[in-house]
């Protein structure tokens, strides 16, 4: 196995793992923004198959139908990727105003746990976005350039659910839908940011 599909393997299974720490956290304590991180994750998850598939082409020599390489492959995965982060976040900013208006309600029950949960997630985050960064640079594969990206909004967007989660508990719940919003806000931003840069650089 490649050093690049090994990395994006691994990906996939702290994605997989950050999914189950953060929806088990989310349903137990109510918090909006948990759960919002567990569908980020699972768009990680898709993204991070989405590149273990790609640099399994990519990495492939050039042949008679591809005289320059399946490099583009990469590309196309990363660009597959940002369209479905924009769907599952537009949903969770759905979820995140119809709390703050008012017009679902919900029950918010913070603990030590639900913090613990969110300290071990923060620590997985740092460790895969520096793993993907790295394998990226050293390999010159933009699908894991772009998961690095990906991961790293991921880390920014739970820190975001931990400060909703503190002011919570400090008496304002409504910190946690706007961190759920904000979550869903990066994401978009980040998706719509990384087709920009991939379409531009596959016209040069």
Not at 100 to 116: R, S
Request: aromatic share 6%; net charge positive; proline share 2%.
């Amino acid at each position: 196995m490649s050093p690049q599909r090994r990395t994006a393997l691994v990906s996939v299974g702290a994605a997989c793992l950050l999914i189950a720490i953060k929806l088990t956290a989310g349903l137990a304590s109510g918090s909006l923004g948990l759960v919002a991180e567990a569908a980020h994750s699972g768009t990680d998850l898709a993204a991070a198959l989405l590149t273990f598939f790609a640099v399994s082409v990519a990495v492939r020599p050039a042949d008679r139908s591809h005289p320059y390489g399946h490099g583009k492959a990469e590309n196309l995965a990363a660009l597959g990727e940002g369209g479905f982060l924009i769907l599952v976040s537009l949903a969770i900013a759905g979820s995140a105003i119809a709390r703050l208006t008012g017009a679902i309600g919900y029950d918010l029950t913070v603990t030590g746990w639900t913090f613990a949960a969110v300290g071990l997630v923060i620590v997985i985050d740092v460790s895969r976005t520096t793993v993907s960064y790295r394998a990226g640079r050293r390999y010159r594969s933009d699908a894991l350039l772009a998961s690095s990206l990906h991961f790293g909004s991921d880390l920014a967007g739970t820190l975001a659910v931990l400060a909703g989660l503190v002011a919570a508990v400090l008496g304002f719940p409504g910190g946690d839908a706007i961190a759920a919003l904000f979550v869903a806000t990066l994401v978009i931003v980040a998706a719509v940011m990384r087709k920009i840069l991939l379409l531009s650089g596959s016209e040069t």
